[in-house]
């Protein structure tokens, strides 16, 4: 009489990969609604910085019949509200991004490797472009905000002064240019905080004879 005994040791259960699956779908749900939010956030941003650049402030020239002295009179102010509005709006979406990421310094380690590499470029990249950005919103918003005094008109000839042509542009550009290297950071990070390590398996037969 033969008996055949058979042992199988597996490192990884049927349960637990349907517990894997389930973890990395609602990580995926979670990675989707942060890109979603990131990008949208930026999108009002870059609206905004737009909208300042064509609202830009102007002035115009005008004679104090009285004094002998020449004044501006600026038109709408409202850039100055859309530049503040579009400096939020971008700093929302950066802290949201860190936020979840925790400045990838603070939670999960990165799994070593090319993702690993590429999070941290992006993540470098992404905080210089949005730093001009942010800069050129807020000066762009502070300038615009500046409205000439009285100057007489004997001593010197003088212009309104008002923001150049291009600051609130160049913030809409680098606001598109963080957004980006935003989902690009995000994308390579939720990799390589979710690679799953190296999974081994061995099967052990053994045969009896009585």
């Not at 061995?202 to 045969?207: D, E, I, L, R, Y």
Request: aromatic share 12%.
């Amino acid at each position: 009489m033969f008996t055949h005994i058979h042992i199988y040791t597996h490192t990884e259960t049927y349960t637990e990969r349907e517990r894997e699956r389930e973890r990395e779908m609602g990580e995926g749900k979670g990675s989707s609604l942060v890109h979603l939010l990131v990008i949208v956030l930026s999108l009002v941003a870059f609206g905004f910085a737009i909208a300042a650049e064509r609202r830009r402030s102007t002035g115009t020239l005008h004679e104090d019949k009285i004094t002998n002295q020449t004044y501006c009179v600026y038109h709408s102010d409202v850039a100055t509200g859309y530049g503040v509005g579009g400096f939020l709006f971008l700093l929302s979406s950066e802290s949201l991004l860190m936020g979840v990421t925790k400045c990838m310094c603070f939670g999960r380690p990165l799994a070593p490797g090319g993702n690993r590499a590429w999070t941290i470029i992006y993540f470098m990249a992404s905080w210089a472009t949005f730093l001009v950005a942010e800069a050129c919103l807020i000066a762009g918003a502070k300038s615009n905000a500046y409205h000439t005094k009285y100057r007489n008109m004997i001593y010197a000839d003088f212009s309104c002064e008002t923001l150049r042509k291009g600051v609130f542009i160049a913030g809409a550009v680098f606001v598109v240019a963080t957004m980006v290297l935003n989902v690009y950071y995000y994308m390579y990070f939720t990799k390589a905080t979710t690679q799953p390590a190296r999974k081994t398996g061995s099967t052990v037969g053994m045969t009896g004879k009585v």
